[in-house]
């Protein structure tokens, strides 16, 4: 047997960037255990997305590159975590596994209850420039049919569990594949890790916490970035990313806890879909760690998005402004790559102006 791949496909907003972020912080640690982690973990998210063909995501050679370190590694095992191989086709995870002659590769999909996924995936989606409203988008992921609006579209390609176990069963064959359900509200963030450990083959070590996460915005936040995105239009991909999406992670996001939170009560038609869901995954006979009632969705207390004024969005918006014109470009940036200069600039706004005391 060869080394063994670990394809570690989301699903997102199921505890990939917890578990990205750690394995990325103790990286040396698991090479030391013979297990290579990529890092910096951009190289995973580049090579990913060449090797996908993503059209908004141009990465000459990086595919090559990640494949080279993993046929190179010396050890026995590699892990790649990366949630946009989650929706891949059967043929993409043929021509994957084919990419990677003499691997063992095996696929660990991570899957959390729709009950708390599909609020979180709302506010990932206006995150990422999108502007449904919060009924337009349950409207969409409840609807049925070819004619599908496109929010529900995206979703079920995103989340659809059970369709998703199908496709790497089939591709790669049951053996191989391993679904580890996130646990119920509650229990510590840590089980995931050791779930997932299991998976991999990673034995226990003293790891350090992870140095980054995927911070949800709060509800009015995320109404007033809804907002700004509808009038993004003439961006390009990249000034959206720089300004729009930076403020939404690292200035709007450090005041979630101020804000209120997006309630969500499980309706019926989402508790048929999951049943569905699961029975697929049932009937794949693939490898579960965890527990599939954990999938169970659950309600998520908070606010409904109607129930927000309009004072609630200015306050944010007033909070944005104060921070981006305290810290300047500081306010857009994770802060592991502030410059705590004080919002200061090369220039001497006060140049050419007068001061307080030559007025008068």
């Known amino acids: ?26 990286h040396q640690r698991l090479l030391d255990q013979g297990v290579l982690f990529p890092t910096p973990w951009a190289v995973q998210t580049r090579g990913v997305s060449e090797f996908l063909e993503l059209p908004l995501q141009r990465f000459p050679g990086a595919w090559e590159k990640l494949r080279s370190r993993i046929l190179e590694h010396e050890g026995d095992t590699v892990v790649i975590s990366m949630e946009y191989l989650g929706p891949a086709k059967v043929e993409v995870i043929r021509r994957l596994r084919e990419e990677l002659p003499g691997c063992d590769v095996h696929a660990v999909i991570t899957v959390r209850d729709l009950g708390r996924g599909i ?8 995150k990422n420039r999108r502007s449904w409203g919060w009924s337009e988008y349950l409207e969409g992921i409840a609807a049925k049919g070819a004619k599908q609006p496109p929010a529900g579209a995206q979703f079920w390609r995103q989340q659809g569990f059970g369709r998703a ?3 790497w069963a ?13 646990p119920q509200p509650g229990a510590p963030q840590t089980v995931l890790w050791d779930r997932f450990r299991e998976v991999a083959g990673i034995t226990e070590d003293e790891f350090a916490p992870p140095s980054r996460s995927n911070t949800s915005l709060g509800l009015h936040s995320t109404l007033l970035m809804r907002l700004l995105n509808e009038r993004t239009e003439d961006l390009t991909r990249d000034q959206y990313r720089h300004r729009y999406k930076a403020l939404s992670k690292h200035t709007l996001g450090a005041h979630a806890r101020e804000e209120a939170k997006l309630g969500f009560t499980v309706p019926g038609w989402l508790r048929r879909r999951t049943k569905n ?17 954990e999938l169970t969705p659950v309600d998520t207390p908070g606010v409904e998005p109607s129930d927000v004024d309009d004072a ?49």
Request: without cysteine; glycine residues 12%; charged residues 25%.
């Open 277 to 293: 869901e699961v029975q697929l995954v049932r009937k794949s006979g693939v490898r579960v760690i965890g527990d599939l009632e």
């Open 119 to 126: 609020p979180a995936m709302w506010q990932e989606t206006i």
């Open 312 to 360: 609630a969005v200015l306050d944010a918006a007033v909070h944005a402004l104060d921070v981006i014109l305290r810290e300047g470009e500081d306010a857009l940036r994770p802060q592991g790559k502030r410059t705590h200069d004080g919002g200061t600039h090369p220039w001497d706004p006060a140049a050419g102006e007068k001061t307080g005391s030559d007025e008068g």
């Open 170 to 182: 089939e591709a790669l064959g049951k053996e191989n594949v391993t679904v580890v359900t996130i």
């Open 1 to 26: 047997m060869g080394k063994r791949v670990v394809l570690h496909v989301g699903l997102m907003k199921s505890g990939t960037t917890y578990l990205q972020s750690l394995m990325e912080a103790n």
């Open 165 to 167: 176990v199908t496709r």
